[in-house]
């Protein structure tokens, strides 16, 4: 697997030609995969496995376009080093409800219009499904607590109100 | 996006990895949110990576009166223990002014006071930066420089400490555990930061070969029920502190028996605010009072021309801060 397709490598540099053994279970199928040492979690599902849901987003941490859940925690998957997570148990948002039975996140999204052009919305499902499971008290605790997905269509109040309204807020 | 290749190393043991990191060119991971993105920006290059992450150092305990937090304990873990929510409150709260969710289950203690400032010039490498590339001048002193410090910096650095732990941690007198080839050594937390010099401006005192393992704290509880963290900033959440107080007090009788102050985003390290300290012990919690050691902290402070507001936004902190836990007497 080829981790950056922007950067041409160098083979000389140090562990270009390394591979690392990598096991991952992504939305409860497992993957033995053999990645570059310097992959991350993100270039991994992305381009490795083709799971195209988790957006890159600013690539450093800021926007949560990448968050996806390791052991039910949130993370930027941008800033996880692939081969850190062996054995890790991924979820991506293709792990997140179905067509036909959309997870009750994913179904007030869609009510409460929360999304403009749809980029940050995976990240912001997998971010808000985490912060649910945190028991939010407030809207406040809700705005704060997604504070690491940004959306530039600005579509946070319907954000905050479909978060709110499946905490029954 | 992404910085030279490297060698990846996955410890096994604390040993190995000391022995590791001992090494030219080897930089430990932790959580990585740091590392990352230093390495994709091209400031660090490393030739081995070497992954501590899985080290058992994560776990956070009472060992008698003294609070013990693991070096690899994720920022998240750390705030949502109970013995840190009940008898730390402080440390809590500034861990969950820092950052966001995503990152605070990634970060880990150690990497948050070993992380590297966010000075622009420092972030990018086409401007001058001692603290990169020592010699090489600092492009903040004359440059856009609302964010440096107003205490502690030099003629080569003006770059401010990041993390918002470290500032609570050092109103806390809190002490670390280093492991080295050597053995262990146990240090003050402010023992791990330096100020500038002309051209110079190390990150923290840890050789090559040194590992940050734990952080210490000795009879912090007695502060569980009057310490704050009041972080300024730009937007209201996910975003480093123009302005940070951490403040604890602990009042007997209606008198101030003791006072902790320190104060972040306004040097180059967690700057402690001694003389305010020793104003308030011995005296209520009055209005005046809180106001005499609100005007010590802002001495002998000095601003760059884009900075100067930090100085009366620093002085209203520290009253605010000590409004919250004192009460308006």
């Given at each position: 697997m080829t981790n950056d397709p922007t950067r041409p490598r160098d083979a000389n540099e140090p562990g270009a030609n390394h591979r690392i053994a990598l096991s991952l279970t992504i939305n409860g199928a497992r993957h033995d995969l053999e990645v570059a040492p310097t992959a991350t979690l993100l270039d991994v599902i992305?381009?490795?496995?083709?799971?195209?849901?988790t957006k890159k987003g600013c690539?450093?941490?800021?926007?949560?376009?990448c968050t996806v859940l390791v052991a039910g925690r949130r993370i930027a998957a941008c800033l996880a080093l692939a081969a850190s997570f062996n054995d890790a148990v991924v979820t991506t948002?293709?792990?997140?409800?179905?067509?036909e039975c959309l997870h009750p996140l994913q179904a007030a999204f869609i009510r409460h219009d929360a999304l403009q052009c749809g980029y940050c919305t995976p990240g912001q499902i997998l971010s808000g499904i985490a912060l649910l499971s945190e028991s939010p008290q407030s809207i406040e605790e809700i705005r704060e607590g997604m504070s690491g997905n940004l959306c530039r269509c600005g579509a946070y109040a319907n954000i905050v109100a479909a978060i709110a309204e499946v905490a029954g807020l | 996006m992404s910085g030279p290749s490297f060698h990846y190393i996955r410890a096994t043991g604390l040993e190995d990895a000391v022995a590791a990191g001992n090494k030219p060119g080897a930089i430990y991971l932790a959580g990585g949110t740091d590392l990352l993105q230093l390495w994709k920006a091209g400031l660090v290059a490393p030739q081995e990576v070497i992954d501590i992450?899985?080290?058992?150092?994560t776990d956070i305990f009472r060992d008698g009166d003294t609070l013990v937090v693991g070096a690899l304990a994720r920022l998240s873990d750390v705030s949502a223990h109970c013995e840190v929510k009940t008898h730390h409150p402080l440390i809590r709260d500034a861990i969950l002014a820092s950052a966001s969710s995503q990152v605070r289950n990634l970060a880990t203690v150690g990497g948050n006071l070993l992380q590297q400032t966010r000075c622009p010039y420092f972030r990018d490498k086409a401007f001058a930066c001692n603290k990169r590339n020592p010699g090489t001048g600092c492009g903040a002193r004359d440059g856009e420089n609302r964010h440096a410090a107003i205490f502690g910096g030099s003629e080569g650095c003006v770059a401010t400490h990041a993390s918002d732990l470290a500032v609570a941690l050092a109103a806390l007198d809190a002490e670390i555990v280093i492991r080295s080839a050597a053995g262990e050594r146990l240090m003050a937390l402010q023992q791990l930061y330096q100020l500038p010099s002309a051209t110079t401006a190390p990150n923290c005192s840890l050789a090559a070969g040194d590992m940050l393992t734990a952080i210490r704290m000795r009879n912090a509880q007695r502060f569980a029920q009057r310490s704050t963290y009041l972080k300024i900033r730009?937007?209201?959440?996910f975003e480093f502190a123009v302005v940070s107080v951490a403040a604890a007090l602990w009042i007997e009788d209606g008198v101030i028996a003791e006072a902790r102050l320190a104060a972040g985003g306004v040097a180059p390290l967690p700057w402690r605010l001694s003389r305010s300290e020793a104003a308030l012990?011995?005296?209520?919690?009055t209005g005046q009072t809180l106001l005499a050691a609100a005007e010590l902290a802002i001495e002998g402070a000095s601003p760059l021309e884009k900075n100067v507001f930090k100085i009366p936004l620093l002085r209203n902190a520290v009253i605010r801060a000590l409004q919250t836990i004192g009460g308006h007497a």
């Open positions: 992305r381009d490795g496995l083709g799971l195209a849901g690539d450093m941490g800021g926007c949560g376009a948002i293709e792990g997140v409800g179905t067509p | 992450s899985r080290l058992p150092l730009d937007r209201a959440s012990v011995g005296r209520a919690p």
